[in-house]
């Protein structure tokens, strides 16, 4: 007998209530922002905002459905199961965080305040749930493209919006990188890092490098197999190159980073404590991964 979908409803802890926690109680988190100008019921009232989209949420899921909740510090923990529905109630970057440990699960995004976040994964109200969860199976979903970084020892990382390798803090990032279907041709180089992203990624940090270099190169569309990456501040020297220092991976193409430090981190969509770490002489390629985020239209 096959077992009833389990709605796991994906939530972050609020400002709020890392204040309270922080400081104890709802008046010395007052007091604390008070110091710095400050007003606690701004937060209080964003606080309960959420609350309420999260009662909303859950009220909606079927009564014959199982359920499960997950924090954003513990999705990196949480078994995921083939016949889960993801929802995900927050920001935009919260569907994001989520999307690299799922495996085609559909993933219904919940806006917990309309308004303050650009709607760009989250793109449902509280109030559609219920309509969206009884339609789990049957609803359009857009495909998603995501990113993927292999490491010669197997470690693997995947994103939504971009990866970065570089150094774990601001030192220079010292490596050798080439494309696969390039000949061969490698360049040394000393960078502050370099930034693959996708289509969805086009909207943040991508686009932020992407308009620096004068918007030479068109960004790919959310669904598009096509990622865009960019060395960051390279720097020519007599033993480092910078002509290899933007370009696009279509499909099966590959960029392959070679570490010439003493250690390097490849992290995924701003989750810098889930990387992976490399040492002098690893290899990693990137490119388009065959996943892709199943995201409720």
């Known amino acids: ?70 924090e954003r510090a513990d999705v990196d923990r949480f078994l995921f199961a083939p016949q889960d529905v993801v929802v995900v109630v927050g920001q935009d970057g919260l569907v994001a965080n989520v999307a690299k440990y799922l495996s085609g699960q559909p993933v219904i995004g919940i806006d917990a305040e309309p308004g303050r976040n650009p709607g760009v994964l989250v793109r449902h109200r509280p109030a559609d749930a219920a309509r969206l969860l009884a339609s789990a199976g049957t609803t359009a979903v857009d495909e998603l493209t995501m990113v993927e970084a292999v490491a010669d020892d197997t470690q693997r990382l995947v994103a939504l919006n971009e990866i970065y390798l570089g150094a774990a803090g601001h030192q220079t990032a010292r490596y050798r990188l080439g494309l696969e279907d390039d000949g061969g041709v490698v360049e040394a180089q000393a960078s502050s890092g370099v930034l693959i992203g996708t289509g969805t990624g086009a909207t943040g940090w991508l686009r932020s490098v992407w308009q620096d270099r004068g918007g030479r190169l068109r960004l790919p569309s959310p669904a598009e197999e096509r990622l865009l990456w960019f060395v960051r501040e390279a720097w020519p020297s007599p033993a480092t190159g910078t002509s290899l220092v933007a370009g696009e991976l279509a499909g099966p193409a590959r960029l392959t980073l070679t570490v010439e430090s003493e250690r390097l981190v490849a992290f995924g969509d701003g989750m810098e404590t889930d990387a992976l770490e490399l040492t002098w002489g690893q290899s990693v390629r990137i490119g388009v991964c065959r996943e892709r985020l199943r995201l409720a239209g």
């Open 1 to 70: 007998m096959s077992l009833a979908p389990r709605a796991v409803l994906v939530h972050r802890t609020t400002e709020y209530e890392e204040l309270v926690a922080r400081h104890g109680t709802h008046g010395q988190a007052a007091y604390f922002l008070r110091s710095r100008g400050r007003d606690i019921e701004e937060i209080a009232a964003r606080h309960r905002r959420t609350r309420r989209a999260l009662a909303e949420v859950v009220a909606a899921i079927p009564l014959t459905w199982r359920q499960a909740r997950v």
